[in-house]
């Protein structure tokens, strides 16, 4: 059974730009979940997705977005790049009505 | 609201040492609790979990953790360290139901010496 696969582990971007992450969930999985990972900050809960639809949305700032598509492979966008947001993004996929979710190698995103 | 608590961002054990981290939680209704490992560039393995019945949790790796309520607390065990514990551990909590948003602590740093 294939993991949870994130496309492109890394990328450099210039302030201003924008980005496109990408997660492919297990097969099965309709949940997606996206994480910042920060050392000052930690992790920081982004978004969830659930059958094409947000169902949380954690203290980011619209610049931040995502969306869902019909077969839960999940994409993550960010506009306006700043240097604060260089940063691991983590998805993580579960099938939505239980507790464990399993997380992708992340996406190292560097904003210069 | 929820938050989690884990003491000690760095931790070093020798190795065949016990290994403990720390994690306290607060929750307004019983909560989901976790632990996952993080390697270098690598994205978050879950060791073990608690959702309801024995408090006693074993996970992969030969950890455990006690869910002990009248403590809130969750910590994580390791009878004898092994040089390939070294990593990042991290306590997680969720409200009772689905996975749909997690708090994560800041993380410990588990330094194993030879």
Known sequence: KAGVTQ?????????????TLSCSPISGHRSV?????TPGQGLQ????????TQRNKGNFPGRFSGRQFSNSRSEMNVSTLEL???????????LGQGPEAFFGQGTRLTVV | AQSVTQLGSHV???????V???????????????????YPNQGLQLLLK?????????????FEAEFKKSETSFHLTKPSAHMSDAAEYFCAVIRGGGYQKVTF????KLQVIP
């Open chain 1, 7 to 19: 496309t492109p582990r890394y990328l450099i971007k210039t302030r201003g730009q924008q980005v």
């Open chain 1, 33 to 37: 979940s996206w994480y910042q990972q």
């Open chain 1, 45 to 52: 809960f982004l978004f969830e997705y659930f059958s094409e």
């Open chain 1, 84 to 94: 604060g947001d260089s940063a691991l993004y983590l998805c993580a996929s579960s």
């Open chain 2, 12 to 18: 070093s054990v020798s190795e065949g040492a016990l």
């Open chain 2, 20 to 38: 403990l981290l720390r994690c306290n939680y607060s929750s307004s209704v019983p909560p989901y609790l976790f632990w996952y490992v993080q």
């Open chain 2, 50 to 62: 608690y959702t309801t019945g024995a408090t006693l949790v074993k996970g992969i790796n030969g």
């Open chain 2, 105 to 108: 602590g800041t993380g410990t």
